[in-house]
């Protein structure tokens, strides 16, 4: 599929919802957290306990948004998702007690099922784009926390928790909003538009239904999976890992370059690695994150060496957030592309919300380093899982080229009719 077709400034539009929906759904709690907790006389690890909590329900729900996003568009489902989020903040900032804001955290969590990366990534697919279109979305979106962290800080200097989420949710009903009605129109009449265009990729568009569960999408949700422990167990206790291998007060400097790194990885990605499989991009990114880790460990507490530990996992982290949209359609194809988003959001949400509280427990019962090399060694496993994705696919589309060759011979067509089958065809359209 061409990226072509893609208006540039729907990719802007969306961008821009993202940095939005990131900064007032996620990135601000961490910011507005212990003036939370003071006001409801409640400690910062239940505030934080909550966000887990709402995380884990999110992951329950991203399958079925996905599907629904298949069903219905993900520009039409972004609409409600967006008064939905306006809705939860709201309800967020004048809860009168601490069930009040739980409820708020969840209804957030709940809404950001239908307004972030798995929906627009799903969007930006049904608007006629692909790799390069959610390669320059990530990038876009990359500056959220760039922006709101700040902007959050200096808001809440002058402004109550209660106020500043106020002022979020309208940010959410009068920005994003309207941009997603478009966008939504905007997807209706290049659906119509394609309806009238035979595809001749037919009958290519990946696994049926009924082989949705083959052993490559289990290995893809594996990888995605171990991804997201490392990730989060890692960046919501960066600054104190760092302290505790010995950097002392260089600790905020050298978490300071992740963002950077992160967002350089997507700049370099758009740039140059444009005939790169998503298959290879994913081993890259698992083996910067898993490699960083290991560099730190070895090094510590040099700086220079931690320095580029924070380079190679924001690199990691950069890429594999263009991966989570752009592998699936790469191996499985557009149709039911929003179902395999979901489901690949739901395994790196779902370990996510364990993963801090899991390194919490291995640095308590074996020591700092101890913990992290088995964090290393967890990584190591994430490489093997998209390891055998690489092969995996290898081989499909070998099969596939030796079918061509010999149409007629008997049992021409058995491995395109395998669990898992990838089209080559599709995957030269894609790159």
Same mark, same amino acid.
């Given at each position: 599929m061409s990226d072509a077709k893609i208006p540039a400034c729907a990719i802007w539009a969306l961008g821009t919802t993202q940095i939005v929906g990131y900064g007032t759904l996620y990135y601000s709690y961490s910011i507005l957290a212990p003036a939370v907790a003071a006001e409801l006389a409640w400690s910062q690890q239940w505030v934080f306990a909550v966000l887990s909590v709402s995380l884990l329900a999110s992951a329950i729900l991203a399958p079925f948004a996905g599907s629904l996003a298949d069903r219905v568009g993900a520009g039409c489902l972004m609409v409600p998702g967006s008064l939905a989020a306006a809705g939860a903040l709201l309800l967020c900032a004048l809860a009168p007690g601490r069930a009040g804001f739980a409820l708020g955290v969840l209804a957030m969590e709940l809404a950001s099922c239908f307004v972030l990366y798995s929906t627009a990534f799903v969007a930006i697919v049904q608007l006629g784009g692909a790799r390069r279109g959610i390669t320059h979305l990530t990038l876009i979106a990359g500056f959220a926390s760039t922006l709101f962290w700040p902007l959050t800080t200096l808001l809440h200097q002058h402004l109550g928790w209660r106020e500043v989420l106020a002022l979020f949710a309208a940010l959410n009903a009068f920005v994003c909003l309207p941009i997603h009605w478009w966008l939504a129109r905007l997807s209706t009449r290049i659906g119509k538009a394609r309806e009238r265009v035979v595809p001749v990729t037919a009958g290519l568009s990946g696994p049926a239904p009924d082989r949705r569960w083959s052993l490559l999408f289990v290995l893809v949700l594996a990888g995605f999976a171990i991804e997201g422990f490392m990730l989060s167990a890692i960046l919501v206790q960066m600054v104190p890992l760092l302290t505790l291998v010995g950097l002392g007060g260089a600790s905020v400097l050298v978490a300071s370059l992740f963002g950077p790194s992160q967002v350089a990885s997507r700049l370099v990605n758009m740039l140059f690695g444009r005939g790169l499989s998503q298959t290879s991009l994913a081993l890259g990114a698992t083996a910067g994150l898993a490699g960083g880790l290991a560099v730190l460990l070895m090094v510590a507490p040099s700086v220079p060496g931690a320095m580029l530990f924070a380079v190679l996992f924001g690199f990691g982290s950069g890429l594999m957030s263009i991966v989570g949209g752009t592998l699936p359609l790469e191996l499985f194809g557009q149709e039911r592309y929003g179902s395999y988003v979901g489901w690949i959001t =739901?395994?790196?949400? $779902?370990?996510? =919300? $364990? =993963?801090? $509280? /899991? #390194?919490?427990?291995?640095?308590? /019962?074996?020591?700092? $380093?101890? =913990? #992290?090399?088995?964090?290393?060694v967890v990584g190591l496993f994430g490489i093997a899982a998209f390891a055998a994705v690489a092969l995996i696919s290898r081989q499909s589309r070998r099969g596939e080229k030796g079918g061509t060759a010999d149409a007629t011979a008997p049992g021409a067509d058995s491995f395109a009719a395998a669990p898992g089958y990838v089209s080559g065809a599709r995957l030269k359209t894609l790159n």
């Open positions: =739901a395994a790196r949400q $779902f370990s996510s =919300a $364990f =993963a801090p $509280f /899991g #390194l919490t427990l291995m640095i308590s /019962g074996l020591g700092v $380093f101890p =913990a #992290l090399w088995l964090n290393v």
